[in-house]
C-alpha cells in the first residue's frame, strides 16, 4: 500500500506530453483521467487517515475502479502508439 499519489505522468512519464495532449483534445480520456485522479485521492486520503476509513469491501472496490480505469487509459495510449 502506496500512501504517494500515482499522478497518470508519474504512472507514464514516457508519455507526458501524450498524456497533456490527449487531456486537452479528447474528452473521454480527460473523464478517464480527472475519474482516474479522483479515485486516487479518495483512496489516498481514506489510507493516511486525512479522510475517515473506509469500509474494506469500499475499498477495494474503489481500487479495483482505478486500476479498471487505468487499463482503459493504458489501452488508450497504446493505441496512439500505433
Excluded: W
Amino acid at each position: 500500500m502506496s500512501h504517494l499519489p500515482q499522478d497518470l505522468h508519474d504512472v507514464f512519464p514516457a508519455d507526458a506530453e501524450r498524456l497533456r495532449a490527449l487531456k486537452e483534445h479528447d474528452r473521454h480520456f480527460r473523464t478517464l483521467a480527472d475519474r482516474y485522479a479522483a479515485l486516487d485521492d479518495e483512496i489516498r486520503r481514506s489510507e493516511t487517515g486525512v479522510a475517515p476509513a473506509m469500509a474494506d469491501a469500499h475499498a477495494e472496490a474503489m481500487k479495483k475502479e482505478r486500476l479498471a480505469v487505468l487499463d482503459q487509459i493504458a489501452a488508450i495510449l497504446e493505441g496512439e502508439q500505433a
